[in-house]
């Protein structure tokens, strides 16, 4: 994961319309990179080989559908734990070596490790929180959403 | 919604690490998994309107992009304005994300709103402004920056 600022110039104005443009609504049809191209000016083969540049400076992460596991009968839930310092790094790597562990944060707070766990099924969010509980013998906080306000991903590039 | 059944769940473990960057994406899927591309557009057409595709789009990496500081707000709210006050935070164009929770014994915290910024003076400029939306409905708050991304992937579901 990148975790550096790219230099302005990475970017050109081509590359900031195609992150702006692209944030939904990519095109279902069978050549869908030639019609999402052709709003921006770009020939299919120009935009794959754009994203292909920003994957790889790690300008995006991702690129394709974004599922709600909620819609698909499964789970999310944000969860927290305190990580002594000392011993954070292995408790890390505990946490992350579970493929339900979305995305993980260390966080400056006594709570100073913020994951999100992605299960198959609600039942499954127990099940992990406490095999990770029994691995680090530390308390894994749960903060399920209750209510979701959302308006939007997009950010000026 | 229907739920999605086998063919479904093949096409969602196949596309959810990202759609391939070539001239027809959804042929090539078509032919890994023996479906033919008509099935997979409007297989994805059909989990699209039904909201278990959000969206296909690109993740930009806001780090990368100069968005360096971000912070997760947390608003300890009066629980009976909570909703309408969630409302109102979740409109602000500087909140990404933002929800409801349960408290804990170690947590007063209900509301959570992501600001995102070039510094953290200008987060912190946005949590002045979402404190001010709250008033006095809001009895405590906090910040909570993140210092280091330990992991982030898509979402993984097993195949089946």
Request: charged content about 25%; some cysteine; aromatic content about 8%.
């Amino acid at each position: 994961m990148r975790r550096q600022t790219l230099p302005p110039e990475a970017l050109d104005d081509t590359d900031r319309a195609i992150l702006n443009n692209l944030q939904e609504g990519f095109p279902l049809t069978p050549r869908p990179f030639d019609d999402a191209g052709a709003a921006l000016g770009l020939t299919g083969t120009a935009l794959i080989g754009r994203l292909e540049r920003l994957r790889e400076i790690g300008a995006i992460t991702r690129f394709g559908p974004f599922y709600d596991a909620a819609a698909m009968g499964g789970a999310f839930c944000l969860c927290a734990l305190s990580a002594p310092e000392a011993d954070f790094d292995r408790i890390a790597d505990l946490v992350n070596a579970h493929p339900e562990v979305a995305h993980n944060y260390a966080r400056d707070h006594a709570l100073n490790m913020w994951f999100v766990l992605a299960t198959a099924t609600p039942e499954g969010i127990a099940e992990i929180a406490e095999r990770i509980e029994a691995e680090t013998g530390l308390t894994v906080w749960r903060f399920p959403k209750l209510r979701e306000f959302f308006i939007g991903f997009r950010v000026a590039a | 919604m229907t739920a999605p059944d086998d063919t479904d769940r093949r096409l969602i473990a196949a596309t959810q690490a990202g759609l391939p960057l070539v001239e027809a994406p959804y042929a090539r899927i078509a032919a890994d998994l023996g479906v033919s591309e008509t099935q997979v557009i409007a297989r994805l057409s059909a989990l699209n309107a039904q909201g278990v595709i959000r969206r296909i789009a690109i993740a930009p990496n806001h780090y990368a992009l100069g968005m360096t500081a971000n912070g997760m707000s947390v608003w300890d709210v009066d629980d009976a304005q909570a909703e309408a006050l969630g409302e109102k935070v979740g409109a602000l164009d500087f909140v990404t994300h933002c929800y409801l929770r349960p408290r804990a014994p170690v947590w007063r915290y209900n509301l959570f709103a992501m600001l995102h910024g070039q510094s953290r003076a200008e987060v912190e400029e946005k949590r002045a402004q979402v404190r001010a939306l709250l008033g006095p409905a809001c009895r405590a708050d906090d910040i909570l920056y993140s210092t280091r991304i330990l992991k982030k992937t898509g979402l993984r579901l097993k195949d089946g």
